[in-house]
């Protein structure tokens, strides 16, 4: 792929990777430069065309039906984002994709409020398509997806509603085509894509049980019905279904999230994701004393540890006795003895805020 280097340079370069390996060269011209990739890629008995011939839609399409339907439990996750992906990008070719094409994607997802760990994820889903194009011997350029970093931050603190906020959601959402997906969120914890896939065989109504097949952990577990779950199925169900058939819409899971994301904006709830309907789930039960290995089996988690290490903090009793072990560290905490701890000598009162001024309330 031959490149004009920015910065108003002239310079010239062929820059295309082959087996793993990269090649690059610099010309003063435009056609020596067109030229020398040519008998490069001669060399290399790579066809010359081939590069031209593949457009990001033809490679997603082929990624999607060769790898991520037939091996990913989530795929229509997949299905969702390359939708998107392909709105963005539509027949352009891999060969012209730089690094500027994966920013500006990130930019858009930003600016449709989503987090950086979903971002990341549509990002590490182009750089993919790009390296099984690559694996494949579909494509031979550079994988552009490599040159702009993930963000990758620091795992940020489980978020989750309070009551005030789910009583805004529920209100404004019980009119909305997605108020199924909302009620089963919150209250069983499943996934979108565990959503959009139950069907009324895995529904048992006479024992209020669903059953999910496959989770992303990749085991099936059950998921016990609170009242109004089973009232929100009783009513969906109404005279009878095809088991095989699914229990709610068939909503595309970008649609999901959108509908969702808006009606956040208008309530002007910060900050609250889909799936951290799924966090409010758990949070709640561990607040109120359920065992952690209970609240981990009903969320599908792949081990124990994943639960404990987002929802452990929240259970009523964590660490409590534990902690107090080092009131014995001051002769001011002895049961029998407990005194008031004195002020320094030295110690200046905190004057008064006057009339008029900002209290220390205002600023928490």
């Not at 020596?32 to 890629?41: D, F, G, S, T, Y």
């Not at 990001?56 to 091996?71: D, G, I, M, V, W």
């Not at 999901?256 to 956040?264: G, Q």
């Not at 107090?324 to 029998?336: C, P, R, Y």
Request: aromatic residues 10%; charged residues 25%; proline residues 4%.
């Amino acid at each position: 792929m031959t490149v004009l280097r920015p910065l108003g340079s002239k310079i010239w370069t062929y820059d295309f990777w082959h087996l793993g390996k990269r090649y690059r060269k610099r010309f003063e011209s435009r056609s020596n430069a067109l030229k020398a990739e040519a008998q490069k890629r001669l060399e290399l008995n790579i066809n010359p065309n081939q590069d031209e011939r593949v457009t990001f839609k033809s490679a997603a399409q082929l990624f999607f039906e060769n790898h991520s339907r037939p091996s990913k439990n989530a795929w229509q996750d997949d299905k969702g984002k390359i939708e998107y992906l392909n709105g963005l990008f539509g027949d352009k070719k891999l060969a012209d994709f730089t690094s500027f094409d994966i920013q500006l994607v990130r930019n858009k997802l930003q600016e449709k409020g989503l987090s950086s760990a979903t971002i990341d994820k549509y990002h590490a889903l182009v750089k993919t398509i790009f390296n099984k194009m690559k694996q494949w011997r579909r494509f031979n350029g550079n994988n552009p997806a490599c040159e702009v970093k993930l963000k990758r931050g620091a795992s940020a603190h489980i978020r989750f509603a309070t009551q005030d906020e789910l009583s805004q959601l529920e209100e404004h959402l019980k009119a909305d085509v997605i108020f199924p997906y909302y009620v089963i969120a919150l209250h069983t914890g499943m996934r979108r894509s565990e959503s959009r896939n139950m069907k009324w065989e895995d529904i048992n109504l006479s024992s209020r049980d669903i059953f999910v097949p496959t989770s992303k952990s990749g085991k099936s577990r059950h998921i016990p019905m609170n009242d109004i779950t089973y009232d929100l199925l009783t009513t969906l169900y109404g005279s009878g279904k095809d088991p095989q058939s699914k229990v709610l819409p068939e909503y595309s899971p970008e649609y999901i999230s959108h509908r969702f994301i808006r009606a956040c904006k208008r309530l002007k709830i910060r900050d609250f994701r889909y799936h951290d309907l799924r966090h409010t789930f758990a949070s709640y039960l561990v607040m109120g004393g359920v065992n952690i290995h209970t609240v981990s089996r009903w969320l599908g988690h792949a081990t124990i540890v994943m639960t404990e290490k987002h929802y452990t903090h929240l259970s009523p009793d964590f660490q409590k006795e534990e902690i107090n072990q080092l009131n014995k560290l001051s002769i001011h905490s002895q049961e029998s003895n407990r005194t008031t701890f004195r002020q320094p000598s030295n110690f200046q009162e905190i004057p008064k805020v006057s009339e008029g001024q900002k209290s220390i309330e205002n600023l928490i």
